[in-house]
């Protein structure tokens, strides 16, 4: 009876829909809590509630997709938890910009009916990744979508917060943080941006007091000097340290300052003089405090100077003022000297804009007694981190570690829940919204108006989406989660806070590994960017190309610690791989029935069967361990490799005469080993290429489970190793594709029939003669002669393979004349372009003003002529020796 077949060509979107919406309708990645299987679990990075689907998700994506589609394999109970982060910052800024279209300012709404619109904008357009994120096909548990403002997060948070500040780990206080003119509002050092930036370091000179002389400072940031409260000098500088004690006196404003010393100061920085502004840069804000100097603001909330910055510039935005009070500088003969100086500039990480460091009254959380646990879990490799040269990195950032600014200025996002009483001033933090005052009874409280940074919800991720603090089945069988899987652009910003929180609260950690996967890149190693117009949208990729090609793409580059270099030619490369299953497929599937059984491993008898089997059970091995320790490349290669080569070039091959014969043993061995091959392939391939895998095992004959998700990765079967077979494999091999090379390099026809003269040892002309009709097939030979005392005949191509000559007769078959025309005629060709690619690249101007990038295509041209060339040349010569 005949099997379903099908189609000729593979589409992939019809395939995918189909399949995803058959894994959503059966649940078939809802694990079961109170199952008795081992558990596996991760939670998903979650993206932006604003974004789209970019490079990094797609690898993201797609690598946790294949360990969890390969632990269920595994018999792991497996839970991919989804989810999407609300992004207070950037979320709130699509909204106003979105108001500020229509003239309208969120301040017009008010606070309740902003927050209103921006969910009622989330309802309409957040669903919009996680639409993407089913796109690429990842195995997540979409009954337990979670988003990071939903109520049981919100609890979550709510109690975090409460019990942090019950145990003194979080306070109010007045401290220099980084400030966002432009989306108005604190944030944490990891969302301030830095880059180099062409500026210039200004040479100020500060009389003394006593009219004894005066000193010299250098800075950035002239506007800044009208908050200077002192002028510090290390005490072990011999040029200044005398002048510690003294004051002098701040140009413009005339005001009396403090001449300090601390060795902080670095001596060999500008003139070794540094002027401190407590108000306006971190490192002066501690210098303050140690010494006890006076706070000035200068510059305010909105970046311009303050009343404190004096009548003159009052008013004036603070790049401005820096053009004004340079000339003013001047004019008094305050201005030393100007000269261009590069510097690192902080922006912020949403809009851009220029960050003002800016003392203000912000809710901190005192990270360092959480930070010491999180560095000994890792230490202590509780937590083990892949590729391990990001431990240093790790432990860098938490020996240096500040204390978390957590408030912001903003709407959208969670409130942090602490109350004033208007009466008494008492500061009531709870996790339920109070009635009273706890202290004078009274009824008039008010909230504070800040909302938490994003990252304090998502660094309760892993037991939040679990249930927490409620203690649910999830969060006793899931906690701690198997594996992180992230970027190494969110070390700090999420998994190191993860890590303090899980700690703390679950007394656990969060993950028990935590993968960090590389960059995708362009073709020539650039970062992708709108700006250099480089970016490559997975959405538009997986349109043109189908998911699977894309998938498998991200994978086979995907080498622990080295970024991904993409482009669309990789893509469309491992799309014609797909198509090549495909086929394969289709070419099984024809020459299968409905009553082709399964393999019984005492009925294998044959050369090409036992070899490819033996292969097989190689590559289970290969795989799982590939998967298991993280090396997703080598899992993607050592499947390519057996797929299309063992099985498509060559076994596919070798059995035709068993499929196509009349002996009907034969072809029902062929038909279990063919159906077997293909179906355990399947699997294998099933984690990276998890649809056109389901489109061809939904088709095969026998399958008891339509959906290839839940079947089993194949058990070893260690009846099928057969190292002699494949030892005799590897000759056969050898000796067609010796006559095969032979036959191309001479451009010989393939109907062309050829004689194989071959010298061999008894044994190996045994097994030459046994199989002389495959090689006479798959070679294109008529005639096999072997034996020890064979000559070589005149006029022959020549190998050696297995240490013994082989010889393929070519007088009469070749006209050698002709094709030393047609090699000369290509060698000089080739001598052409050499030479011009050559004068090309010895030519200064070319190689200074062109794009590094045509300079290296033009460097990698000349190798490959070199290298066609010398194949050539030595080709040549044999049919010189020949003749």
Known sequence: MAIKELAKGYEPRDVEEKWIRFWDENQSFTPKPDSD????????????VTGTLHMGHALNLTLQDILCRHKRQQGFDVLWVPGTDHAGIATQNVVEKSLAADGKSREDLGRDKFVQRVWEWKEEYGDKILNQVRRIGASVDWSRLRFTMDEGLSKAVRQVFVQLYEQGLIYQ????????????????????????????LHHLRYPLEDGTGSVVVATTRPETMLGDTAVAVNPQDDRYSHLIGKYVILPILKRRIPVIGDEYVDMKFGTGCLKVT???????????????????????????????????????????????ILKVLEDQGALESVEKHKHSVGHCYRCNSVVEPYVSRQWFVKVGPLARKARNAVADQKTMIFPTHWEKTYFDWLDNIRDWCISRQIWWGHRIPAWTCQDCQELIVSVEEPQSCSKCKGSKLVQDE??????????????????????????????????????????????????????????????????????????QGQKMSKSKGNVIDPLVVMDEYGTDAFRFTLTAFAAMGRDIKMSKDRVEGYGHFINKIWNAARFSLMNLNEQTRDLDAENVEGL?????LNELEEVKAQVQDAIDEYRFNDAAQILYQFMWHSFCDWYLELIKQDLYGDDEKSRQIAQEVLLDVLSQTLILFHPIIPFVTQEIWSVLPGRKEQDLSKVAYPEKQPFFIFPKAAQEMAFLQQVVSAVRNIRSELNIAPSLKLTLIMKADKEDKLFLDE???????LAGLEKIQ?????????????????????????KGVVDIEGELKRLDKELGKLDKELTMIEKKLANPGFLNNAPEEIVQKEKNKSLEITEKRTKLSSLRQRLVDMG
């Open 37 to 48: 299987q081992k558990a596996y679990s991760i939670v998903i990075p979650p993206p932006n």
């Open 173 to 200: 206080g007045n401290y220099i943080i980084n400030w966002c003119v432009r989306c108005h509002t604190a944030l944490s050092d990891l969302e301030v941006e830095h880059g180099e930036v062409e500026g210039a």
């Open 278 to 324: 407590p108000a306006h840069d971190p490192n002066d804000f501690d210098l303050g405090q140690k010494h006890n100097l006076q706070v000035v603001q200068v510059i305010d909330d909105m970046g311009r100077m303050t009343q404190e910055a004096g009548e003159l510039f009052a008013g004036q935005d603070r790049l401005e003022c820096r053009k004004n």
């Open 450 to 523: 800040d909302v938490l940074d994003t990252w304090f919800s998502s660094a309760l991720w892993p037991f939040s989406t679990l249930g927490w603090p409620e203690q649910t089945s999830e969060l006793k069988k899931f906690y701690p989660t198997s594996v992180l899987v992230t970027g190494f652009d969110i070390l700090f910003f999420w998994v190191a806070r993860m890590m303090m929180m899980g700690i703390h609260f679950m007394k656990d950690v969060p993950f028990h590994h935590v993968y960090i996967h590389a960059l995708v890149r362009d073709a």
């Open 608 to 612: 090409a069967h036992k070899w490819i």
């Open 771 to 777: 199989h002389s009709g495959l090689i006479k097939a």
């Open 786 to 810: 072997a034996g020890k005392e064979v000559n070589q005949p005149e006029g022959c191509g020549s190998a050696v393979v297995k240490g013994y000559e082989l010889f393929v007769p070519l």
